[in-house]
């Protein structure tokens, strides 16, 4: 298979280029003279999303209910994503990770499913956002074990709280076991125990600035500790009801372009009016696309990665080329998957605009999983 653009990105560059794939994968990228109007840049890396098109990921029940959330995120131009599964009791989460376990091993139709992130149970009482706050627990190692071991080694990522009892503990044990990467978010933890656990092995901050203690001068807490270490990746919510844009263009001017994630947080909702939804065991009411809780708490988003990319370049007044990393490869390189780039030897995951950046195909392993009607 062989497709070709006047503007493919080819590292920090839109150039004339042919991508020729072998078996899923690009064996050749060579010059072109091809003038066209499309654009061809990484698919986007969702690797926090609870849902869409009416899935809850807590609430699925079956391979069928994963393929069809797979369908939609590569409507959105997603071609890899992590199912992200809520802070549940043990034997929801248990009957969760064994359809997803099946779904990762089978395959999907649309964006691949990489694997699985767990939100919790390892969280913040007093930073729960929609977390039922019975179900949060101190760390446990051997309960991450089991929930490895029932997910087939596919828990790529979790979010805890490293204030939490044995906290500290359960990050250092993830961190021998050298699979999954540690989040740290839905915390009130002071910059001193959010530095640790970073020197312990946390990689990323969770929705940065969201259900975390905020920056005080003389407290900076855990968001001053994420934004200050070079080594962190810092998830984005860019849907303007998470965070003002002038507050996305401030984390982008001190992270730089390399350790910001563009993530969704998207619900059940996500390419659907406004109504009543649900997220996890909780009730969600949707209004102007802003999806909260009954009592007034944000509740993850309707974002879709398709709409980050636009709004993000909206926010920032950046180059398409600049804010891709944060759409594809800055997922990718965090969990340490050969991913997220137009790269000879990489699978062939990409996604065709147009002149407006609006998305015509999508593309994963070469295999066409989407084509605007």
């Known amino acids: 298979m062989v497709i070709s653009s006047s503007r493919v990105l080819i590292g920090s560059s839109l150039v004339p280029r042919t991508i020729e794939i072998e078996d899923g994968k690009i064996i050749s990228i060579n010059e072109t003279n091809k003038a066209d109007n499309t654009i061809i840049i990484p698919g986007f890396f969702d690797i926090h999303t609870h849902g869409g098109d009416m899935i809850d990921v807590n609430h699925i029940e079956s391979y069928e209910d994963v393929n069809k959330l797979s369908r939609f995120f590569a409507s959105k131009g997603v071609t890899s994503f992590l199912a992200s599964v809520m802070t549940d009791t043990k034997e929801t989460t248990e009957r969760i990770l064994k359809i997803l376990r099946l779904a990762i091993e089978r395959g999907v139709d649309g964006a691949r499913l990489e694997g699985i992130h767990l939100e919790g149970p390892f969280l913040s009482l007093e930073y729960k956002g929609a977390m039922a706050p019975e179900l949060i627990l101190d760390g446990d190692p051997a309960l991450f074990d ?158 879709t990665m398709d709409r980050a990319m636009r709004n993000i370049i909206k926010f920032t007044q950046s180059e398409l080329s600049y804010i891709s990393p944060l759409l594809s490869e800055n997922a990718a390189t965090m969990l340490g998957l050969d991913r997220g780039a137009i790269k000879v030897g990489y699978p062939a995951d990409f996604v065709v605009l147009d002149n407006d950046l609006n998305l015509l195909e999508t593309y994963v392993s070469g295999r066409k999983v989407y084509t605007k009607e």
Do not use: W
């Open 146 to 303: 089991h929930y490895q071991e029932i997910s087939g080694n596919n828990i790529l990522y979790i979010t805890i709280a490293p204030e939490g009892k044995c906290a500290l503990d359960l990050i250092k044990h993830i961190k021998r076991e050298d699979r999954c990467k540690v989040s740290i978010g839905h915390s009130a933890a002071e910059y001193e125990t959010a530095i640790e656990a970073i020197e312990n092995g946390a990689v990323a901050s969770t929705h940065t600035f969201n259900a975390m203690k905020l920056f005080h001068m003389h407290r900076p807490a855990i968001s001053g500790a994420v934004l200050e270490r070079d080594e962190v990746y810092t998830e984005v919510i860019a849907d303007g009801f998470h965070l003002h844009p002038a507050t996305v263009r401030l984390i982008l001017k001190i992270k730089g372009n390399r350790k910001v994630i563009a993530i969704t947080d998207s619900i059940m909702a996500a390419g659907l009016p406004d109504g009543n939804y649900k997220l996890g065991v909780n009730d969600v009411v949707v209004k102007n696309g802003d999806a909260q809780l009954l009592n007034g708490v944000r509740a993850g988003s309707t974002l």
